[in-house]
């Protein structure tokens, strides 16, 4: 079975911090992404990564970075959270482009800014 | 407005029952899927149902895709109290290399 693990389910930081988010999938698949999910949104993509050092941005990039230094593991960065970054996130991954093929899901990271 | 919006966003029924949600799409697509989330953890795929089918079944869930209506339609039968969940369409976009996903619809199943 794949996984997707995620460093932390909840995670409390204060406006200003450098966040970071840490994803693991053990499948060694290509495509790796980062959602945010918040009440009456749905999941809105952050950014996705086709390759190790590639990536892209996606539909809510802004206050964002990201990194993906080796093939398994997927970085989501908050340079300087701030309180509307409080969200649910969600990190996944597929073996194909990222469309065509089901996506595998971690359990989540519940972040809230104060 | 969002992609693969679903409809009705919640949904309360009686256990044995059927439980039907229905979602809208708006470009072409090659494939539409359904994922489920249980309350506070991550989504869990479904089924994929691709362009050239009209209907896919996977145990007690059935999938419809009518590609000239843009629209989808996930039945789930004889529904459990363990069914209680929010369930996502999602379609791919940006050129197949992301799927989009639409708000949700949370279902609710009682004993």
């Known amino acids: 079975d794949v996984k997707v693990t995620q460093s932390s389910r909840y995670l409390v930081k204060r406006t200003g911090e450098k966040v970071f988010l840490e994803c693991v999938q053990d499948?060694?698949?290509?495509?790796m992404f980062w959602y945010r999910q918040d009440p009456g949104l749905g999941l809105r993509l952050i950014y996705f990564s086709y390759d190790v050092k590639m990536k892209e941005k996606g539909d809510i990039p802004e206050g964002y970075s990201v990194s993906r230094e080796k093939k398994e593991r997927f970085s989501l960065i908050l340079e300087s959270a701030s309180t509307n970054q409080t969200s649910m996130y969600l990190c996944?991954?597929?073996?194909?482009?990222?469309?065509?093929?089901?996506?595998?899901f971690g359990p989540g990271t519940r972040l809230t800014v104060l | 407005s969002q992609q693969g919006e679903e409809d009705p966003q919640a949904l309360s029924i009686q256990e044995g029952e059927n439980a039907t949600m229905n979602c809208s799409y708006k470009?072409?697509?090659?494939?539409l899927q359904w994922y489920r989330q249980n309350s506070g953890r991550g989504l869990v795929h479904l089924i994929l149902i691709r362009s050239n089918e009209r209907e896919k079944h996977s145990g007690r869930l059935r999938v419809t895709l009518d590609t000239s209506k843009k629209s989808s339609s996930l039945l789930i039968t004889a529904s459990r109290a363990a069914d209680t969940a929010s369930y996502f369409c999602a379609n791919p976009t940006g050129g197949g290399n992301k799927l989009t996903f639409g708000t949700g619809t949370q279902l609710k199943v009682e004993l």
């Open positions: 996944a991954s597929t073996p194909l482009a990222g469309g065509a093929d089901t996506q595998y």
């Open positions: 470009t072409s697509i090659n494939n």
């Open positions: 499948m060694d698949h290509e495509n």
